[in-house]
């Protein structure tokens, strides 16, 4: 059921750019780190080959999730939002792996959180399908790490305002600050001033 809390969304377009915009996130992530670092990077931090060719995977799978959410939004008549400026903070590959579970267990728990704010039933499905492989993704981050890769029989579910500080410090600068067009971006209710870069994503998700 949801509360007067929890209603943050006009409409269907208004949750797939929330989707959209942690989707910028993951594929900018794994695009940078990928480009930053190389297999042989992996195997000095202790990872086997198929380790950093499962994270080319992943990143494939970002792109293809972006790709396809921008495109139904424009489909629908709304405006997608654009990729923003990111700071993840990270020094090597343990950090960047690190920062990759961080960003997969909660992209999984924004989906959950979001899924019951899709009106039509067709993007209710196509939302499920990728929200079925985040959750594949972030199993495997767990696993990679020593943590428990299915902990629990119930998946977490995030608000905005959760996902927003989990997410928001990594954002610079939101992508598409000068646009006039408000159709289709999501707003998400006020947290306050904020701290560090985050707080400059208020109003944005």
Known sequence: MRSAAQTTFANDLEVFNYALTLEHLE???YRDGLDRF???DFADA???AEVYEYFGLI??????H?????????GAGGT?????EYDFGYDDVAGFVGVAQALENTGVAAYTGAAGFIDDGGLLTAALTIHGVEARHAAYLNFLVGDEPIPAAFETTLTPDEVLAIAGPFIVSAGGEDSDDTSGTTT???????????????GRW
Request: charged share 25%.
């Open 188 to 202: 998400m209710p006020s947290t306050g001033s904020g701290a560090g870069v985050g707080g400059e994503l208020q």
């Open 46 to 48: 202790g990872f086997d």
């Open 27 to 29: 594929y900018a992530f």
């Open 38 to 40: 190389g297999e042989g």
């Open 59 to 64: 990143r494939d799978h970002e792109q293809a």
């Open 80 to 84: 997608p939002v654009e990729e923003a």
């Open 66 to 74: 972006v790709e396809t959410i921008a495109e139904t939004i424009s």
